[in-house]
């Protein structure tokens, strides 16, 4: 069942996502944050994480949680409540989704020690458009976070994304076919951090090639308004910003998809900040305004 | 006796030229018992062959090549475009 997220303090415009880091976050479908946590918060998450496992094996008392109750995690930890409730992370959801977003699900997914299959590429839900409800705004996305507790290097198989497939339409299960693409990243670092990506990125879990457990909380968000001006939209079509999407402009393509994904980005863009279409008498959406 | 087992090589390339860049690759080995792990997702940097035509020269044969693909800013992008499956019989 969805649920809101508790609203305890007022987001100041100044913690707010920057346009450039928002342009990122278009760009890439990601951003990723290891400041936002403090690590004593971080280490009670990470220690009622390793309650629920009995060597790397689930304990049963919380294996039904994992069936019955979409939440059960969230509904378990107090702590990984408060860090979902921390005003930084709620700043960084609230430029995205907006205030109050919902609680779609969470899961805290869990790889044993030497797993050796990674899970097939797969996007959760559907695309980013025609695969949505025909009532959907176009624009519309919802938000999965990814909350690493404890230090998660390349061979423990930290999720794997690839940046910029949030531009593609597929639906769900249909590129299991692909195995290795360029520019595919693991998300591996230290412990205490999150991860805020798009849904319609593609993504997969990864073997974890270690002898220690492996968690990965996450939480799937819808925002309850128009996703329109929610971050810190000043200097939203600067230099700096139209240089940005100018220089990285084939950054995230593949197979011949900047033509196309270029000016279906800057839209999108001007959806974001709240301001006017790109007026182009040629319909063809091909002139150099990248900003 | 020896038996012939197919391998798959799936290979995107940035362009539609054969020569050009591998920026996708997928490997399926009918030689490989069921306990034995296949290649999978996220498990190699660095791909196979340097393109098609590389594939080729080492003996692979292309067994279909994906249709040219239309598209425009309107219709936008799904699947990696540029798609070409190859095979190699093995005597095992």
């Known amino acids: ?291 | 006796m020896n038996r012939l087992k197919q391998q798959i090589l799936i290979l995107h390339l940035r362009s539609g030229d054969l020569a050009s860049a591998t920026v996708g690759w997928a490997r399926y080995d009918g030689t490989m018992a069921e306990e034995e792990v296949q290649m999978q997702a996220g498990d190699e940097l660095e791909p196979p062959y340097s393109s098609v035509l590389a594939a080729m020269r080492d003996g692979w044969q292309v067994i279909q090549i994906s249709p040219a693909p239309e598209r425009s800013a309107a219709t936008g992008t799904g699947q990696l475009a540029n798609e070409y499956v190859l095979q190699r019989m093995v005597s095992v």
């Not at chain 1, 938000?143 to 998660?152: E, G």
């Not at chain 1, 997969?204 to 968690?215: G, I, K, L």
């Not at chain 1, 006017?276 to 900003?291: F, K, M, N, V, Y």
């Open chain 1, 1 to 291: 069942m969805a649920t809101e997220t508790k609203a305890t303090s007022i987001i100041e415009t100044a913690d707010l996502l920057s346009v450039g880091q928002m342009a990122q976050f278009v760009l890439d479908g990601y951003l990723e944050f290891d400041n936002l946590i403090p690590e004593e918060l971080n280490q009670a998450v990470y220690e009622d994480q390793l309650r629920s496992v009995s060597g790397s094996a689930l304990k049963d008392e919380f294996r039904w949680n994992q069936v019955d109750n979409r939440k059960a995690f969230y509904d378990y930890s107090e702590a990984v409540r408060e860090v979902h409730d921390l005003p930084a992370v709620r700043a960084v959801l609230q430029s995205l989704v907006g205030p109050n977003p919902r609680h779609n699900h969470s899961a805290c997914h869990i790889t044993p020690p030497h797993k050796q299959e990674s899970q097939s590429w797969h996007v959760d839900g559907g695309g980013r458009r025609r695969m949505r409800l025909k009532n959907d705004h176009p624009y519309h996305f919802d938000v999965l976070t990814a909350y690493f507790t404890h230090d998660v290097p390349y061979e423990m198989g930290p999720t794997l994304i690839l940046p910029g497939s949030h531009m593609r339409h597929v639906l769900g299960g249909d590129i299991a076919r692909y195995k290795n693409i360029a520019g595919q990243k693991r998300l591996e670092g230290k412990g205490g951090r999150i991860a805020f990506i798009h849904d319609a990125i593609w993504h997969c879990a990864q073997p974890n090639q270690t002898d220690e457990t492996r968690f990965m909380f996450k939480i799937r968000f819808n925002p309850a308004v128009p996703q329109q001006q929610l971050f810190n939209t000043e200097g939203w079509d600067n230099q700096e910003i139209r240089n940005y999407f100018l220089r990285h402009r084939h950054k995230n393509a593949l197979t011949g998809e900047t033509a196309a994904v270029g000016p279906d980005m800057v839209d999108w863009w001007h959806y974001l900040c709240g301001v006017e279409p790109r007026h182009d008498p040629s319909g063809l959406r091909t002139h150099g305004d990248i900003a």
